[in-house]
């Protein structure tokens, strides 16, 4: 039989030890999105004109996607904004999870993209279509690779510094648009070089590209939402809790909403310990997991009586 007099069931929440300064953060989220936006805005339209131009369905698919990206700047400041929101009776966590839904929108526009630009290449393909103009294709997929890397990385960089799961797959989006580009570029060398046929096959490379990074953000999407996590998070927090003394086992859970890592651990503990001991022991299990696991918002301690 477990003597459990002392100990308590009830869990305990302590708050982390954290570096983060959510204001900036979110600043600094803002603006990469904005900044983003408007190179991507720039570029999209450069690109538009020169594939009217051209005739190039390969360039036509990379302009309509680096514009669609503009609609998912849009999403994703949205899904910031609406995070913001504090924790109400009806949603207790706040609204932290808009950040992981607006990749859903992102992840959206990757597929739609996709099926855009295999469409207009197969429709080029099968009806032979005409390519002009093509020194000033071959310009607009230069600036399409150089616009959209300088964009990637800073939203990438961003995302890292922040830890936003969705800024992370928007860079990886703006990463794709480079590739595309440099698919349509290596369609027009084709066409510069007499074969008519490498401005639609280009186009169905760069669906392939778009179908690729699509399965990669839906994935990252998915599992954010599904309560995902890596699994050295769990043994950090594990091996955090079974340093302190007096914590005879642990076990861990943990999950993401938008940008904080929630973990969960029950500890066996003495069952004889009296329940102020207790509560001190889950202040010193929070300090271990900060100590070992920066990354961690919270941290919800759970007490039990450890068996005889």
Not at 20 to 42: C, F, I, Y
Not at 75 to 100: H, I, N
Not at 188 to 199: I, K, N, P, S
Request: charged share 20%; aromatic share 6%.
């Amino acid at each position: 039989m477990h003597k459990t007099s002392g100990v308590r069931d009830p869990a305990t929440s302590f708050p982390l030890a954290s570096t983060r300064d959510d204001a900036q953060e979110r600043r600094q989220a803002n603006r990469a999105v904005a900044v983003s936006a408007v190179g991507l805005a720039v570029t999209g339209l450069a690109e538009l004109l020169l594939a009217l131009l051209t005739g190039s369905v390969g360039l036509l698919g990379d302009a309509i996607h680096n514009l669609s990206d503009v609609s998912t700047s849009a999403v994703v400041f949205l899904g910031f904004r609406l995070s913001r929101r504090p924790p109400t009776e009806r949603y207790p966590y706040g609204l932290e999870r808009a950040e992981d839904l607006a990749g859903i929108g992102i992840a959206v526009v990757v597929w739609a993209s996709a099926a855009f630009a295999g469409f207009e290449s197969i429709r080029k393909l099968l009806e032979h279509g005409r390519t002009d103009h093509v020194g000033a294709g071959i310009a607009g997929a230069a600036l399409g690779i150089i616009g959209n890397q300088v964009v990637a990385r800073y939203k990438l960089t961003t995302g890292r510094r922040i830890n936003s799961a969705t800024l992370i797959a928007d860079a990886k989006h703006s990463w794709l648009d480079a590739l595309s580009s440099a698919g349509a570029l290596a369609g027009l060398l084709a066409v510069a070089a007499g074969q008519a046929w490498g401005d639609p096959v280009a186009g169905l490379a760069v669906t392939v590209f778009i179908c690729h990074v699509g399965y990669e953000v839906t994935s990252d999407v998915v599992r954010r939402l599904a309560d995902g996590i890596d699994p050295e998070v769990i043994t950090a927090a594990e091996t955090a809790a079974g340093s302190v003394p007096g914590v005879i086992h642990a076990h861990a859970r943990a999950r993401w909403t938008g940008r904080t890592l929630r973990v969960e651990i029950e500890g066996w503990v003495d069952p004889d310990l009296p329940v102020r001991a207790a509560d001190a022991l889950g202040r010193q299990v929070a300090d271990a997991v900060s100590g070992l696991l920066p990354v961690a918002g919270s941290l919800t301690w759970t007490s039990r009586a450890a068996p005889d």
